[in-house]
């Protein structure tokens, strides 16, 4: 068994002569194991961040356990030979199971326990390279700055204002969590974070100062890895466009916010499962939304029922639905083909019409930006499950395009 801990190690003779220890506890593994040949004698093994090839004490050397402060996730074991005190801070249930071994080891009754050989115990300096780090309070970033080596990493209400650029030195970040502090601007250089897969940046301030800089939306690798994305509680008015090219984005949550509208493109993201919109000021949704398969959408508390019903079918004749120049039609034979496109290939001013495309109700890609018709839908027909705190009925306006005559019939006729 191996338990990760905090230890203390006192050397009882240095303070017999009045040298006293530095005090300080290390990050460290703590081992039981046994002897390979003579299966009776235990071992404990210790390593540290200053010792990586470990100290080895022998059980049956302990003098005594103190165990008074266990519910603390605290214990000492003081051992005879080497004259050394282990004091011990750990998290108590790991603390309590790892006693029990030790019990066990000491009465002679893990015999039939599954306790390794010391030599297959691969305690390596990997165990003391940390993975993940929760920092509750501002003093406790470490001093050496954050290790490369973190999968998972905590920074919850700190008040911080600024993104800490050392975050963007960790390539095997996977969690980010920056909720609840008063950041209002994520830099460019953040969609390079390669594994990145969950980022929560709820309650926050992006968006206060009108202009959000989402650039980082765009980084390539950021855009295929992202699955969770949670910005709610800010002060955002709008969506940027791009947002659909999250193409791996499984949970979006934008609660909170004063979104007035989402952008058309929202439905892109085919991955898309979960969609929390509540409290914002929505009078309408992208008529794209009805192409993704949600699993579950909240749009409690907006505006749908306020607004007026916006424009009529009969304000617009048919070509300026769908006939359009020739550009438009190559393109939007390109978005039906999924044809791969990039900046390298094609004119910048293209890359930009092919990512603004809208969708029809069919889900065909449409060119056109300005016109389009709102239409209820009701909610049900469309999504698993939605929450929804209207008594009246869960029919919403959807912004509508249309990209032929066969779905301009259909909106005349339904
Ligand atoms: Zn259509």
């Known amino acids: 068994m191996k338990l990760q801990c905090q230890v203390e190690v ?41 010792n990586k090839t470990g100290m080895k004490y022998q059980v049956k050397c302990i003098k005594q356990v103190f165990v008074k402060c266990m519910n603390e996730g605290k214990a000492t074991i003081r051992f005879e030979e080497p004259p050394h005190d282990l004091c011990i801070k750990c998290e108590t249930i790991q603390l309590k199971c790892f006693m029990k071994l030790l019990k066990c080891c000491i009465t002679g009754e893990a015999k039939n326990l599954p306790i390794s050989s010391l030599s297959n115990i691969s305690v390596t300096a990997k165990d003391n390279e940390p993975k993940k780090i929760v920092i509750h309070n501002r003093s406790e970033f470490p001093m050496q700055g954050l290790p490369r080596t973190l999968e ?8 911080l204002c600024n993104f800490r650029r050392d975050i963007l030195l960790l390539k095997r970040l996977v969690i980010l969590d920056l909720s609840n502090n008063e950041i209002e601007k994520i830099p460019s250089e953040f969609g390079r974070m390669p594994c990145l897969s969950e980022l929560y940046l709820s309650n926050n301030q992006l968006g206060a100062k009108g202009q959000v800089d989402w650039r980082w939306l765009l980084g390539p690798q950021i855009s295929k890895q992202l699955k969770l994305l949670d910005i709610s509680s ?11 090219k999250l193409q791996s984005l499984l949970t979006l949550k934008l609660d909170d916010n004063k979104l007035q509208k989402l952008p058309a493109t929202l439905g892109r993201i085919s991955s898309l499962r979960y969609l929390t919109i509540s409290n914002n000021e929505l009078g309408s949704l992208p008529c794209s939304l009805m192409q993704c398969r949600l699993e579950f959408i909240d749009l409690s508390s907006n505006k749908f029922h306020e607004s007026s019903t916006g ?13 359009n120049n020739l550009v438009h039609m190559a393109a939007k034979l390109l978005l039906k083909n999924k044809v791969y496109y990039a900046p390298n290939i094609i004119p910048w001013t293209l890359v930009e019409l092919l990512d603004n495309a809208n969708m029809c109700i069919c889900g065909a890609p449409v060119l056109n930006d300005k016109f389009y018709i709102h239409k209820e839908f009701e909610l049900k027909d469309y999504f698993r499950a939605v929450a929804f705190n209207n008594n009246r009925s869960s029919s919403v306006n959807f912004e509508c395009y249309v990209c032929s005559p066969k779905c301009l019939s259909y909106f005349r006729n339904s």
Request: hydrophobic content about 35%; aromatic content about 16%; cysteine-free.
């Open 311 to 323: 424009p009529k079918l009969q304000k617009y004749t048919p070509w300026e639905f769908y006939i």
């Open 10 to 50: 006192i050397n009882r003779l240095y303070v017999s002569h009045n040298i006293t220890s530095n005090g300080k506890y290390l990050k460290s593994t703590l081992a039981i194991g046994k002897e390979p040949k003579l299966g009776t004698d235990y071992f404990i093994l210790h390593f540290s961040s200053v």
């Open 234 to 244: 800010n002060k955002l008015l709008y969506l940027p466009k791009a947002i659909w």
């Open 152 to 159: 998972s990493l905590y920074l919850s209400g700190l008040k």
